[in-house]
């Protein structure tokens, strides 16, 4: 299939272009699913306000969450 080393490096080069090409198109369409999700969220009044306490105890859940 190949007649030489840098054959093969090229088309693996090739690949993996591709392949990181549309995975960030997935991610990005991903993205902008859930932009989508919460803009409807926010015409839909499905959100809260928080003040400074507030939003440092909920990175603070989160990053408990996390550990």
């Given at each position: ?22 995975l ?5 369409e ?14 839909e009044q499905r ?6 306490v ?6 603070s ?5 996390q550990?």
């Open positions: 299939m190949y007649t030489n080393a840098s054959e093969v490096i090229r088309e693996a080069l090739r690949f993996t272009h591709t392949h990181e090409q549309l960030n198109e997935i991610k990005l991903r993205l902008r699913g859930k932009l989508a999700d919460a803009e409807q969220d926010i015409l959100y809260i306000t928080l003040d400074k507030g939003v440092s105890r909920l990175f859940g989160l990053k408990n969450r550990s």
